[in-house]
């Protein structure tokens, strides 16, 4: 499934000794559905990456260095060094009511490698999780436009931390019941997170990989395994709301 649609990325790209994919198609569905941006590389990057954070507390190791342990390729070896080194992972300790995260995918397993570090700050009475900062380090090949690279991977990181925080449409048995900006919920200027950094690895006269859609599945497992960090509890349905998380800690 080297493109793929709903099975965009369900492959991992871990030198794991076997691997079982089962993937099933829905022709048939209640109401009209249509693709969401990078297709299925959100959700199954989103499903492999939490995983990974929990293998790694399985195996009482660090989540960066058992992503490193299990991860041949040298690009995408470099990219998740790049940005634990930027966002300090190794000297980094959470303040209390906050938790960090880290996620990578190569997206489409052949296009850009992107991996995200984030910090998140959790509101225990509310269950509210606002992203304080975030730091991504993105191999795209050879570069052209640094500042278009950069964009689109800041632009990424806020496109699913709406969708990871927030968004979500509702619907009953024959339509979709949120049809305006009143009822579906989306990210609001006042939870713009504090910096985002974007580190670009130049590969000068390697192929153009596309990034344009390489940094959304990174961004929601780097919240996901945040949230984990700073509650304690696994959510592993998205968005990871504030109701979610609230219930789920018991405020």
Not at 45 to 56: G, N, R, T
Not at 159 to 185: C, G, K, N
Not at 190 to 195: F, I, M, R, T, W
Request: aromatic share 8%; hydrophobic share 45%.
């Amino acid at each position: 499934m080297p493109e793929g649609g709903g099975d965009r990325n369900s492959i991992p790209l871990y030198n794991f000794p076997s691997a079982r994919v089962l993937y099933h198609f829905l022709p048939t569905m209640p109401v009209r559905v249509s693709a969401l941006r990078s297709l299925g590389a959100y959700m199954n990057v989103f499903a492999i990456e939490s995983f990974m954070d929990e293998l790694a507390a399985a195996a009482g190791e660090d989540p960066v260095a058992f992503r490193l342990k299990h991860l041949d390729d040298s690009r995408a070896r470099e990219v998740v060094s790049k940005a634990a080194d930027g966002f300090g992972w190794s000297q980094s300790e959470a303040e209390q009511g906050r938790g960090r995260g880290f996620a990578f995918a190569r997206y489409k397993n052949l296009a850009a490698y992107c991996a995200v570090a984030c910090e998140i700050e959790i509101e225990r009475q509310t269950g509210r999780a606002r992203l304080v900062r975030a730091v991504a380090a993105v191999d795209a090949g050879q570069v052209v436009n640094p500042n278009g690279i950069a964009n689109q991977i800041e632009g990424a990181i806020m496109q699913s931390m709406s969708w990871t925080l927030h968004e979500s449409v509702t619907f009953d048995a024959t339509r979709i019941t949120s049809r305006d900006w009143a009822s579906y919920p989306i990210l609001r200027f006042s939870a713009v997170p504090d910096a985002i950094e974007v580190h670009i690895i130049d590969r000068a006269g390697a192929p153009f990989l596309g990034c344009g859609e390489a940094g959304q599945g990174p961004t929601a497992a780097a919240l996901a395994n945040a949230v984990a960090h700073a509650t304690g509890k696994r959510l592993r349905d998205l968005p990871l709301s504030r109701e979610r998380i609230k219930a789920a800690i018991g405020a």
